[in-house]
């Protein structure tokens, strides 16, 4: 069975970071475009950021660019969400989703696996 899982999220003050793992089970992740969604009380979700199958391509929220890095290593399987000077609008469920056409989509409906999510707070 196909899956992806989240973890890495917590309670964090505002200007710290936090480092967002997304591993896949039952496949290899490098052969899947994989995108970072987030979702907070109330909101619809949102993309945050994706990377590319192969070229590695980046793509972010304009509202995290500068701030959040994505990143894959390979020979982990795993795909990493690096977010550095948090503020209270971070916070929210953080989704990993793996997308089979490989492409580094910012549109939810592209992505075929999703994750449980994991929570990200940020408060002093």
């Known amino acids: 069975q196909l899956q992806v899982v989240e973890s890495g999220g917590g309670l964090v003050e505002p200007g710290g970071s936090l480092r967002l793992s997304c591993a896949a089970s039952?496949?290899?992740?490098?052969?899947?475009?994989i995108g970072w969604f987030r979702q907070a009380p109330g909101k619809e979700r949102e993309s945050v950021a994706a990377i590319s199958r192969s070229s590695g391509r980046t793509n972010y929220a304009d509202s995290v660019k500068g701030r959040f890095t994505i990143s894959r290593d390979n020979a982990k399987n795993t795909v990493y969400l690096q977010m550095n000077s948090l503020n209270p609008e971070d916070a929210a469920v953080y989704y990993c989703?793996?997308?089979?056409?490989?492409?580094?989509?910012?549109?939810?409906?592209?992505?075929?696996?999703w994750g449980q999510g994991t929570q990200v707070t940020v408060s002093s």
């Open positions: 039952g496949f290899s992740l490098d052969d899947y475009g």
């Open positions: 989703a793996a997308d089979v056409t490989g492409w580094s989509s910012m549109s939810p409906k592209n992505y075929d696996y």
